[in-house]
């Protein structure tokens, strides 16, 4: 039972360019949550989705940042237009359900370098 | 706005000592508290969690215990090894319908040999 995956696990890209990160959450897992991590700071929830749902967007910034989860195939988060400060570390976890207290399981992240 | 303090921000304890990690919320409605140790450059992993109806919960060496009055929640790890070294954080989950996870800082455990 292969875990949660992210692609790519590390990508460079320079200033105005675009961003697409992907997650494919654990078999049976139909709800994905994306988290941004910062050199040595803890992790910041940025969007809850579930199958062609975004239940809470609150974290996520209201510009250039969009998130989406088809029905088919994984969850993409799409940074448009990236700047230096968009460089992290980017987490996302999966539950099989939408319950508050299901255990999230996390992807080894994509590294998001911006020159 | 909800937001979780953890503190210390880093501990170095001796091999065989205990630490202790602790962390407060300030969302009343937060009912689900996990903690995660995360190695260098690597994925968050769960280690233990408690839920609010329950005041302590104990995993081998790993025992978590939260005061909703006080809105505290503390991880203690008796017989450090070294490879307890990581950083761990702590959670909060805010419940009635909720989704969202709000993690403390981090703390930075080194465990000395």
């Known amino acids: 039972n292969a875990g949660v995956m992210q692609n790519p696990r590390h990508l460079v890209r320079r200033r105005g360019q675009e961003a697409r990160l992907r997650c494919s959450p654990m078999?049976?897992?139909?709800?994905v949550y994306w988290y941004r991590q910062l050199p040595e700071e803890g992790l910041k929830f940025m969007v809850y989705?579930?199958?062609?749902?975004?239940?809470?967007e609150s974290g996520m910034p209201k510009e250039r940042f969009s998130a989406e989860f088809p029905k088919e195939g994984p969850s993409i988060l799409r940074i448009q237009q990236v700047v230096r400060g968009d460089s992290a570390a980017y987490f996302c976890?999966?539950?099989?359900?939408?319950?508050?207290?299901?255990?999230?399981?996390f992807g080894p992240g994509t590294r998001l370098t911006v020159l | 706005g909800e937001n979780v303090e953890q503190h210390p921000s880093t501990l170095s304890v001796q091999e065989g000592d205990s630490a202790v990690i602790k962390c407060t919320y300030s969302?009343?409605?937060?009912?689900?508290f996990p903690w995660y140790k995360q190695e260098l450059g690597k994925r968050p992993q769960l280690i233990i969690d408690?839920?609010?109806?329950?005041g302590e919960k104990k995993d081998q060496r790993i025992a978590v215990t939260l005061n909703k009055t006080a809105k505290h929640f503390s991880l203690h790890i008796t017989e450090t090894q070294p490879e307890d070294s990581a950083v761990y954080f702590c959670?909060?989950?805010?419940?009635?319908?909720?989704?969202?996870?709000?993690f403390g800082a981090g703390t930075r455990l080194f465990v000395k040999a």
């Open positions: 976890a999966s539950s099989p359900t939408g319950t508050v207290t299901d255990t999230q399981y």
């Open positions: 078999k049976g897992h139909s709800h």
């Open positions: 989705l579930q199958k062609e749902n975004i239940i809470d």
């Open positions: 969302d009343s409605a937060s009912n689900y």
């Open positions: 408690i839920r609010s109806n329950v």
């Open positions: 959670a909060a989950i805010l419940g009635a319908g909720g989704f969202k996870t709000i």
